[in-house]
């Protein structure tokens, strides 16, 4: 089903339904310009994960996800139901889809290992022209405790790259699938 959804401060659903997580969160992200049409930039946001991979430092996911693993985490083993369209509900890799709008938005809550609750965000938004977007990567994280807060304090300086190459990566994506069809 489609669940039209907005990221809210302080959602249960965005803190893994516990209490002890903090109710405002911490966020970074990117954005980047893409010279393909709002339709083929969210095909690949659409399409991200599973079998085809992740865009932007696949090694650093893949090397997150062995670290899951040993933790007692789900690591990279699920990928996902079909690889090129999204429901709520579905798991992408360690990722759990909890909100779809068709076209704009895919709200992804982590089911990897985490001290605290963590959401990323893909957005498409329309560009300057007709056969132009906008694609925003943010990640929202709800800290649990004082090891959480550590946990973000520590990835902020790589957050930052990670998200803006991946917003790029999947403009990239959009306008490799645009030349192609």
């Known amino acids: 089903g489609v669940m039209p959804a907005r990221w809210q401060e302080g959602a249960l659903v965005f803190r893994a339904g516990r209490p002890d997580i903090a109710f405002y ?32 430092f696949e090694w650093l996911w893949r090397i997150r996800a062995a670290f899951d693993r040993l933790i007692g985490g789900v690591g990279f083993r699920r990928g996902r139901r079909d690889q090129n369209e999204v429901r709520v509900g579905d798991t992408i890799d360690w990722w759990r889809v909890v909100a779809v709008e068709p076209g704009r938005r895919l709200t992804l809550l982590a089911e990897m290992k985490v001290p605290g609750a963590a959401v990323l965000e893909l957005e498409v938004l329309p560009g300057a022209t007709e056969d132009t977007s906008r694609v925003s990567a943010r990640a929202y994280f709800h800290p649990a405790g004082l090891w959480g807060l550590l946990y973000w304090i520590a990835l902020v300086p790589i957050h930052g790259p990670i998200f803006r190459r991946l917003a790029a990566a999947v403009a ?8 192609r069809s």
Do not use: F, K, L
């Open 25 to 56: 969160s911490r966020s970074d992200g990117g954005e980047a310009e893409c010279h393909a049409s709002t339709d083929a930039a969210w095909h690949a946001v659409a399409s991200i994960g599973g079998r085809n991979g992740w865009p932007a």
């Open 172 to 179: 990239s994506r959009a306008e490799a699938m645009e030349a």
